[in-house]
């Protein structure tokens, strides 16, 4: 079988984002038990895609697209898409905590200048 590099460059609606390997991604796919179609979804939301670009990719209306992530959002506990990208950064960082990868900060006061962190 092949990779999920040369899987996502086969498919132009696919892609995954630089910052995660492979390994990352099945986690990422694996922990928030993603369908095919959220998978891509969330690897465009990684890419920077609003909801009429991604709607656009994919052929979909946007209010679909607007579905599929709410789905994802009640499913792992998040409100929006900055909940959504911190907790991938969290699984991701998790599984490097043992390799000296910074982890992202998901308690106390995260304001930019904050003491409180």
């Known amino acids: 079988m ?55 990719a994919l052929g979909l209306n946007r209010y679909t697209t607007r579905t599929y992530l709410r789905r994802v959002f009640d499913r792992i506990g998040v409100e929006d898409r900055m909940g959504l990208v911190l907790h991938i950064f969290a699984l991701c960082s998790g599984r490097h905590r043992n390799a000296d990868c910074l982890s992202v900060p998901l308690m106390g006061d995260t304001r930019i200048g904050s003491l409180f962190v």
């Open 2 to 56: 092949s990779s999920l590099r040369e899987c996502a460059s086969a498919d132009p609606t696919f892609g995954l984002p630089r910052f995660l390997s492979a390994e990352d991604w099945r986690l990422v796919v694996a922990s928030m038990q993603l369908s095919p179609q959220q998978a891509r979804i969330i690897s465009l939301i990684l890419q920077g895609k609003q909801d009429k670009e991604m709607a656009a």
